[in-house]
């Protein structure tokens, strides 16, 4: 089975430019979550998207968004880039389970590096 | 707010050595998860080990262990028979228990990392 895939691996922008990552989870997993990881900061949650819902967000200000498709595969968008945002994003996809059901694995992707200029 | 606290930036352990990464967590929940992911230098993030909270066994993984002191909020990473192909950012993160969030909570709140190198 194929794991998470993310695309662009790596991308580098300017400034005040927009940027969309890609993320498809592992076939048959419906819970899609995102990350930023820093030299800084460390690992920080963004965003849980599951059947196309946001159902967690993280402490992000509201230039970053996300959506997931019917499909499960994930978008998140960054708009007027910061240098700051400079960052890798990891996402990570899981299976979801009914209530009362045991916890379920957390799969990450390999990321997206994104450098802003 | 739960927070990782992972207080060793760095190790270094020899080939076949034993070596024990510290991780401490705050939280007023009584059922989480806490887990030991590891990233190499291929970045990418691979869980090694998990603990359930209401279990007082200490999980294990071939050479994986973990020691897990819910009183003092402490849950070290032992890991045994150190091979070069362990050299990796190790982290240390907290989930809060799936039924006690309705199912719907899959955030995971991480540490700053420990960097471990295996020297030959």
């Known amino acids: 089975k194929a794991g998470v895939t993310q695309t662009p691996r790596y991308l580098i922008k300017t400034r005040g430019q927009q940027v969309t990552l890609s993320c498809s989870p592992i076939s048959g997993h419906r819970s899609v979550s995102w990350y930023q990881q820093t030299p800084g900061q460390g690992l920080q949650f963004l965003f849980e998207?599951?059947?196309?819902?946001?159902?967690n967000k993280g402490n992000f200000p509201g230039r970053f968004s996300g959506r997931q498709f019917s499909n499960s595969r994930s978008e998140m968008n960054v708009s007027t880039l910061e240098l700051g945002d400079s960052a890798l994003y990891l996402c990570a996809s899981s299976l979801v389970v009914s209530l009362g059901g045991s916890y379920n694995e957390q799969f990450f992707g390999p990321g997206t590096r994104l450098t802003v200029l | 707010a739960q927070t990782v606290t992972q207080s060793q930036p760095e190790m270094s352990v020899q080939e076949a050595e034993t070596v024990t990464l510290s991780c401490t967590y705050d939280t007023s929940e009584s059922n989480y998860y806490l887990f030991w992911y590891k990233q190499p230098p291929s970045r990418q993030m691979i869980l090694v080990i998990r603990q359930e909270a209401y279990k007082q066994q200490n999980a294990t993984e071939n050479r994986f262990s973990v020691n897990f002191q819910k009183a003092a909020k402490s849950f070290s990473l032992k890991i045994s028979d150190s091979q070069l192909g362990d050299t990796a950012m190790y982290f240390c993160a907290f989930m809060k228990h799936l039924l006690d969030s309705g199912g719907s909570n899959y955030k995971l709140t991480f540490g700053k990392g420990t960097l471990l190198t295996v020297n030959p």
């Open positions: 998207y599951f059947s196309e819902t946001q159902r």
